[in-house]
Every structure is written in structure tokens, then in C-alpha cells.
């Protein structure tokens, strides 16, 4: 199960943002709505975990990682597919079922 | 360029101190902060009154800050300064210090980075080290930077064709400028490139020689007039250009440069001196791709060259090259915490004061030394970087 991304959006100005923020990074605006936003975005790198200090993920080690640049702007950290392995590869990126972002590549 | 900062005029720089660095403590970082101190005021030949300012750097401590050591050591200084700015501490708590002096708000000043390591804290550290971090790193496994500069590494390396062996050569040199350094945990263990190498993957493309092993101790210096470095027969360093920048160029996706870049004409401008007369460098060496973007944005190569520089230039201390890290840095001495932000410029105040704990340079005249501290999301924010001089007699 996979569910759209909610991001953070500026009311006055539009900018989006993530991680989330108590104020917008461009004009400081308090107002901030979460939206749904779409996932597509460009791989800029990505790496394979195979220590982890977080005992939970001990034992699903390699954890493979991507940092992507969304269309929308923010760049996130998401559990990686094990084909995306090119820099400037499109991906699509989603809400999984533990709340983590998850990329794969772009259908 | 904004208006030229004023000079550091009078100000000098003495007694560098190293406590430890030992891979796990059963002290807390009070005891290492009270030993540095001690060696502080030995080294100077002060009485602990004479201690009028404090700069403490700690991750360690909590729920203590630098304000609670004032009772713990017993002091009772009239400028305090609490800096939680990981790799750019010392730096950022010498450009402070030196101004209080220069405006008479102290007169001698202890600046100290003090952390202990016991086993499992390093998890606590790194679970909560931020906000950002704890809500979209820490919950991706990811705990402590390594997945954030394995991301870095590999970006850097495919966008201008470095490779593991170039890194290996700068890890290696460290190792080197390590072995006479009674201070450097990993002094007695050569690391050869095929070693390097072959070494057990952490992060990919991060192996275990790129990585730094979190250890306790601590780091100090002094910063107090020129006059009263002379009157006490101190030999120091004096500062030449300082800077600092934070949170730069956050609108580059993946980091390939710092805020030294953007700093690094006003640094040049306040010394009147550029790379070329700079006897040494001494960078943060979280990982060695930050060490060599470090080099890049100090001015000593041109950007994107980084691959040829590690193949052309020695980076020992009698190499003929660069000397880099001169004490092995923390590749080869361990991370203590705070004490990594302080570690390279103390080497440097040690060269350049001809009290270098390991391998010497001949006639050190210039060094510079860079910072780069604190990973809030998916990089580190805080940078600052200073041209040190030998002081006359």
C-alpha cells in the first residue's frame, strides 16, 4: 500500500517545504497547509546502509537509500528501489505503509 | 564583498592541549573539560583566577552547559560562551574570544572542546541530534551522518570523476602524518592503500577508512593579548583573517562546495596572503570528501579538480607537498566529539608555535585551518575558516 505525499505548502507564497518547518523558509508566512503533492522527482544519489546504529534495521541490512530532488522543490531522503542506481534517473516518490517515503522508478 | 572586518590586532593564540583521546571513558565530559583546563593554566604558567573568559564546546554534557562547569570547575569568568557548533567550535569560539579581548571584556579566555564516549551514547546522540534529522534521516536507519556524506561522496565523485583510490591517498597521508603523534589513537596502526581498499563497506561508497571513530577527550587553547603572551615568555599564533558562514548555498541540491567558498575572498583580503603562501592546511575530515572540498574552496586547486591534486600533491608533512592534517587528524586520532571542531587548529597553533606533538614542519610561517560542523538534515551547516601566523618573539 501506497499513499500520495502530503508536503508542506506556503499559503502566501506557495513555496513547499520538507522536513516540515514552523514557518515558511522563504517569506517566514505562518500560515502552511499540508497538500498532496505529486512524487516525481530526479535521483541525485543514493547509497546502500550496511551498518545501522538503529537496532530495528539491523536485521534488513543493506538498507538502500535515495536522496531525490522532487519536481516540487525539497529534496528527501526515501527507501530506494534496487534499480535506481544512475544519477539524474526520473523517479516517482510515495508514502508507504510505515509512513516512510519510498522511491521507485518512474512508470 | 561587505566592508573588511577589523583586524585581529594584538590578539594571540597559545597553549595548546590535547586530553586523550581514548576509544571509550568511564568520565563524563566535566572530568575531560577540568583536565584540559588544568593543562590549560599549567602550560601558561596562570593561576586559574587569571581565567577571566570561558568558551566551551560539548555534546556530551547534558544536562550541563558551559555555565554549569563554571561551578564545576570553580571558576568565575565575566565572558562565557557556550558554542554548540560541532566541527566549526573552535574556530567560531576563537574569533569570539579574540574580539573580547580586543575589546577588554576579558582578558585571558580558555577555549575548550570536551566530550567523553561510552558505549551505546553515540546512538542517543545521533537519534535526536536535530529535528530534521529525526523525523526524515534517523527514521530511514540512517542514524549519524554517514548516509548523508555516502550521499554526498558518491555525487561528488561521479560529477568530477574522483575515485576511491584518490581518497585513499589523502587517508593514507594522514596516517602517516599520525605515527609520531603521542595524541593519535590509530598512530600505531599503518594503513596501506591496498588496505584502504579492501576495507568493509559502512555506506557504500563509504568503507570503514573513510569513517571516523567516535572516542572521548578533549582540546583547549588560550587567547589573550600579544603583551601578555610575551610578558609570560609564551610562544603563539596570531590570526591573521577569520571567517564564518552558515547554512550557504542551500539552494545546491547535493553539496559539491561550502561556505568557504563564499567566505574565502574576505579571508584572503583580511591576511593579505593567498593559498600559495600557506605552508599547511588543516581541514575537517569528517570525511575525506569534505577535507577535499575544503582544499577546493580554500583556493588550492580549481574547482573540479580534485582528482589530479590527490594524485599530484603529497599531503604528508615532509612530503614536498601540502602538509594536510598535519596531526593525523581526526581520520587517525579519533572524533571526541566537540574536540574534532577543535583539533585542527590547535595542531595548527602547535606548528606554528614549534610544539608540534607529532611530525614538525620546517619553518611553518602560514597555515589555514576550516571548520564544518553540525549535519541538521543532509548536510552540515556551519563553516568558518582562519590564516594563523607565527608570532614574533
Known sequence: MTAPLMLQHCAECGAVQYPRREACMRCLSPDLQWRETPGGGTLLSHTALHVSVDAKWQDRLPVRLALVRLDAGPVVYALAAEDLTRRGMRVTVTRGDDDLLQAGREE | ???????????????????????????????????????????????????????????????????????????????????????????????????????????????????????????DLVANFSVFSREAVYPYGAGGPNAVFAMITRNYMEEYGVTREDFGRLCVAQRINASGNPHALLRDKPLTLEAYLAARVVAEPLHLFDCVMPCAGADGFLVMSIERARSLGLPYAVIKGA??????????????????????????????????????????????????????????????????????????????????????????????????????????????????AGAAIENARHGVVSGYGMVIYDRCLCTAAAVLGRGEP
Not at chain 2, 577571566?52 to 560539548?58: C, K, N
Not at chain 2, 544536562?63 to 564545576?72: F, I, L, N, R, S
Not at chain 2, 577546493?296 to 607537498?321: H, M, S, Y
Open chain 2, 243 to 356: 571567517v564564518e558562514r552558515h547554512n550557504a548555498y542551500a539552494e545546491d541540491p547535493v553539496p559539491t562546495r561550502g561556505g568557504w567558498a563564499m567566505e574565502r575572498a574576505s579571508l584572503y583580503d583580511q591576511a593579505g596572503l593567498g593559498p600559495e603562501d600557506m605552508d599547511f592546511v588543516e581541514t575537517y575530515d569528517d570525511y575525506p570528501v569534505i577535507s577535499l572540498m575544503q582544499i577546493e574552496d580554500l583556493g588550492f586547486f580549481p574547482k573540479g579538480e580534485g582528482a589530479r591534486f590527490l594524485r599530484e600533491t603529497p599531503l604528508t608533512v615532509n612530503g614536498g607537498g601540502l602538509p594536510h592534517n598535519t596531526s593525523g587528524g581526526q581520520l587517525s586520532m579519533g572524533q571526541a566529539g566537540a574536540a574534532g571542531g577543535y583539533l585542527g587548529l590547535v595542531e595548527a597553533i602547535r606548528q606554528l608555535t614549534g610544539q608540534a
Open chain 2, 1 to 123: 564583498m561587505a566592508r573588511r572586518p577589523a583586524a585581529y590586532d594584538g590578539v594571540a593564540l597559545v597553549a595548546p592541549v590535547t586530553i586523550g583521546y581514548e576509544k571509550t571513558s568511564e568520565h563524563g565530559a566535566a572530568w575531560f573539560a577540568g583536565a584540559a583546563l588544568r593543562a590549560l593554566i599549567r602550560k601558561a604558567g596562570i593561576a586559574k583566577e587569571d581565567v577571566d573568559g570561558f568558551a566551551l564546546s560539548s555534546f556530551t554534557l547534558a544536562p550541563d552547559t558551559a555555565v554549569a562547569m563554571t561551578a564545576h570547575l570553580g571558576i568565575s569568568p565575566r565572558w562565557l560562551e557556550d558554542i554548540p557548533l560541532g566541527g566549526a567550535s573552535g574556530l567560531v569560539a576563537m574569533r569570539r574570544a579574540a574580539r573580547a579581548v580586543q575589546a577588554g571584556d576579558a582578558e585571558i579566555v580558555a577555549c575548550i572542546a570536551a566530550d567523553t564516549s561510552r558505549p551505546g551514547a553515540f546512538r
